[in-house]
């Protein structure tokens, strides 16, 4: 099954967005990861999409100092992720907007070589 549009947009940008600000980028993957899933959960508003990537955040900056020597203030890091994900959301919004204003337009009928009708 192909991703809808703008979840490959997520996926373009958001590695991108998060790898930025040193308190997202060594979490870059499981919040990219998590907005996409976010974006998937049935009837969810926004607000709880976001909530849900911010567990996600949070659970792997939690998972990321217990295992290795990094040491992301989870305050800060979620601030910076909250931010990074409304920054993410708006660049693929925007781009879906751009490519559905300039997206080709067909004719409605078939067209001559000479330009004329039949």
Known sequence: MAL??????VFT??????SL????A?????VADG?????????ADGP????????????AVASLNDQTRVNLPPAETQAAVSSA???IV???????????????????????ASGGGS
């Not at 940008?13 to 998060?18: K, N």
């Not at 600000?21 to 997202?24: A, E, R």
């Not at 925007?94 to 004719?107: G, N, S």
């Open 13 to 18: 940008y958001a590695p991108l967005v998060l």
């Open 48 to 59: 709880t999409k976001k909530a849900a990537v911010m567990q996600i955040a949070a659970d």
């Open 35 to 43: 907005i996409a899933a976010a974006e998937l959960i049935p009837g």
């Open 85 to 87: 994900i409304d920054t």
């Open 4 to 9: 809808p549009n703008w979840l490959r947009l």
């Open 21 to 24: 600000d040193p308190k997202t």
């Open 90 to 112: 708006s660049v693929a919004n925007l781009v879906q907007k751009h490519a559905e204003a300039v997206a080709p337009v067909t004719p409605a009928g078939p067209v001559s």
């Open 26 to 30: 060594a979490i870059a993957g499981p």
